[in-house]
């Protein structure tokens, strides 16, 4: 039951762009931003991940601003939030190692050589580099686009481009691997 609890709210949390798009017009911002409130804090119990804390205190800030102005464009911003959170806790492991992949690569391979774990350096400054575009990008579409280009952007296009990164990362892994004998060089970021 618990597991398909947290399944049902990650479901929630990715078509949340789309949710938000298909109530923009029948339901008040305020609403819309109590809905959000209340999900990430879902997500954060039932997670126990200080991110997701990060998350639900941020989203809270954003929807105070909902209620305040009776806007949409606070809620629409919650894409920007979760970038914002990622870069951060990707950059603070940079700076703090081990870094996230590092550790994300330790849950396979507990005892990484030296040039696996530069390379796991590598690709979370990579992430902090998709992050820093991709919230970007989720702040021009909330700002400046149409709600459905905004949610074409944050509910697909910016979930493809994870999904392209990730898969990019993976080819360029093997190909690491190969040139170096075998030896692991790291994992995807699977956040």
Not at 5 to 23: D, M, S
Not at 78 to 92: C, I
Not at 155 to 184: C, D, K, N, S, T
Request: some cysteine.
């Amino acid at each position: 039951m618990r597991k398909a609890a947290a399944g049902a709210l990650l479901v929630l949390t990715l078509l949340y762009p789309l949710g938000i798009y298909a109530a923009l017009d029948h339901v008040a911002p305020q609403w819309l931003a109590g809905a959000l409130v209340l999900l990430v804090l879902l997500r954060a119990v039932s997670t126990r991940q200080s991110f997701w804390y990060l998350v639900a205190a941020g989203a809270g800030v954003l929807a105070l601003a909902s209620w305040w102005l009776g806007d949409a464009r606070a809620v629409k911003l919650y894409p920007v939030l979760v970038n914002a959170v990622l870069l951060v806790v990707f950059g603070w492991s940079l700076r703090c190692p081990p870094s996230v992949v590092e550790r994300l690569a330790r849950l396979q391979t507990p005892d990484l050589p030296a040039a696996a774990v530069a390379y796991t350096a590598r690709v979370t400054a990579l992430w902090c580099g998709f992050f820093v575009l991709n919230g970007a990008a989720a702040v021009y579409t909330a700002l400046y686009c149409s709600d459905a280009i905004w949610a074409l952007y944050n509910g697909l296009l910016a979930y493809v481009a994870m999904g392209g990164l990730m898969a990019g990362e993976w080819l360029v892994r093997q190909h690491v691997q190969r040139r170096q004998g075998g030896h692991p060089a790291g994992a995807a970021a699977n956040e």
